[in-house]
């Protein structure tokens, strides 16, 4: 099990900043990556259909044979992560409890914690559970950002209506006075820049992407399925997608940091 890949899902292209973490932290270990680019975004979707979706895939993710999966997507982690862990015998985390952590840690000043994610990891409160969890009683401040996804799609990181959005968004949470803000989100890595100027030098950014490669890292050691160094071995990333591989191509190498191998096109559920 040790050579066997790593499984990584997301909706669609936002899982691939998890990806390029995981590539960071374990650079002994091959991937398989699936983006459910027919069914995209998830946000909007209802729990059930997003549970629904998930499943679908981590049981394709499973029949590759893979050694664990990572929910690389805060829809799916806030509404499907407890069913997919019953569902299945490999182990399966997801980037919402890695983010609270670390988002707990950073917080020593006491100040509120600001969340942004899309309608649905808001509305799902997962976030506020997690931190509720690890600090007691410390105060949560949400807000979801639905423009966020197209424009980092459209690749304006650094664009004005970008900044006049981030503004508009993260008012509320700094008038709330946030020391600390979890980009809640795998699209929102690539504005880190961006929304860290926006939110001033008070407030530290916590990357989920980050945290949850270094939290698989944690949990392969603990099993032993850590990836042996060969030298003569080769490690791979497999990509595949419920549609328009062209465009996952094109629009992932912005988020990969790298040029994108071909993406197979795998139909789930009648799609």
Request: hydrophobic share 45%; with cysteine.
């Given at each position: 099990?040790?050579?066997?890949?790593?499984?990584?899902?997301?909706?669609?292209?936002?899982?691939?900043?998890?990806?390029?973490?995981?590539?960071?932290?374990?650079?002994?270990?091959?991937?398989?990556?699936?983006?459910?680019?027919?069914?995209?975004?998830?946000?909007?979707?209802?729990?059930?259909?997003?549970?629904?979706?998930?499943?679908?895939?981590?049981?394709?993710?499973?029949?590759?044979?893979?050694?664990?999966?990572?929910?690389?997507?805060?829809?799916?982690?806030?509404?499907?992560?407890?069913?997919?862990?019953?569902?299945?015998?490999?182990?399966?985390?997801?980037?919402?409890?890695?983010?609270?952590?670390?988002?707990?840690?950073?917080?020593?000043?006491?100040?509120?914690?600001?969340?942004?994610?899309?309608?649905?990891?808001?509305?799902?409160?997962?976030?506020?559970?997690?931190?509720?969890?690890?600090?007691?009683?410390?105060?949560?401040?949400?807000?979801?950002?639905?423009?966020?996804?197209?424009?980092?799609e459209e690749g304006w990181f650094e664009h004005e209506a970008t900044r006049v959005v981030a503004a508009e968004y993260l008012a509320p949470l700094l008038q709330r006075g946030i020391g600390t803000l979890v980009l809640g989100c795998t699209h929102y890595p690539l504005l880190k820049p961006l929304l860290a100027r926006v939110a001033g030098p008070g407030v530290a950014l916590i990357d989920s992407a980050e945290e949850t490669g270094l939290e698989l890292k944690r949990l392969l050691a603990e099993r032993d399925l850590l990836a042996p160094g060969d030298a003569d071995r080769r490690v791979f990333h497999r990509f595949a997608v419920s549609d328009d591989p062209e465009r996952f191509r094109t629009v992932g190498s912005r988020f990969l940091g790298e040029r994108l191998a071909a993406a197979e096109v795998v139909a789930l559920g009648g799609h």
């Open positions: 099990m040790n050579r066997a890949p790593i499984g990584i899902f997301d909706s669609g292209l936002g899982g691939l900043t998890v990806a390029r973490a995981i590539y960071q932290a374990l650079p002994n270990d091959s991937t398989v990556y699936f983006g459910d680019t027919a069914r995209v975004p998830y946000g909007p979707k209802s729990p059930a259909t997003v549970r629904r979706y998930s499943l679908e895939i981590t049981d394709w993710l499973v029949r590759q044979g893979v050694k664990a999966i990572v929910v690389a997507c805060n829809t799916s982690t806030a509404h499907a992560l407890e069913a997919l862990q019953d569902a299945t015998i490999v182990p399966v985390i997801g980037v919402i409890e890695p983010g609270a952590r670390a988002a707990v840690r950073a917080n020593s000043s006491g100040r509120p914690i600001g969340v942004i994610g899309t309608a649905g990891t808001i509305q799902s409160r997962a976030y506020d559970r997690a931190i509720d969890a690890v600090a007691p009683g410390t105060e949560v401040v949400s807000a979801a950002c639905p423009l966020f996804v197209p424009l980092v």
